[in-house]
């Protein structure tokens, strides 16, 4: 089997992507015969066999093990609303909460409205209810800093291979950075102008996710930065 198109090429819907058996389709493409067709406009990945379409745009899809940055918006007797950028929110149970919450307490005092928090999406319903938890290892409600909103399709850019570019991105900002899935980053610094510089950056990554090297332009663009 060949892939006719390069990796990381920008593919509409329609393009023959590859020909043969040795490939299978993944997200954004199917197969019609011996032939894998792109079904949207993306970015081309190859990874192993499996072949898929990464969406330059488009809203947050949860799957079960994201971890992801919301806004508290609304509240009930025993549960958090969360905006986590999804065309639904995600609940947060009070039994999901790290704080242990006594009961008929004012869950406004825990996590109060327009409070952000970090949380993991534990469950997601074919009714599309998300259920989500603050328990467990860096989740919690966030304190300073700032939150950055970029597209969630490009979020595996910003990240990078092993954790490569947003590592790279820490090192020469000083920063500590959290990516949720959902597009939503945590960049809190120790000084403004690292803050500043680590978001420039990752900026600068969506807006060239396409392009190759760019690891490597990363490094080169922050070492200026720092100079």
Sequence with gaps: MTVLIKEKTIVVPGDIIAEGMDYLPSLGCFREDKKIISERLGLLNVDNRF??????????VPKVGDTVIGEVKDMSFGAWFIDIGSAYDGTLMVRDATEFVEK????????????????????VTRHSSIHITTKGPGLKKIQGGKILSVTPSKIPRVIGKQASM????????????VVGQNGKIWIKGKTIDGELLATEAILKVESESHTEGLTDKMKAFLESRKK
């Design 51 to 60: 072949i898929k379409v990464i969406p330059l745009t488009g809203n947050y």
């Design 104 to 123: 008929d307490a004012d869950l406004a005092q825990v996590y109060n409205f327009g409070e952000w928090i970090i949380a993991k999406v534990v469950k």
């Design 166 to 177: 947003i590592g790279l991105i820490k090192e020469y900002t000083d920063c500590s950075i």
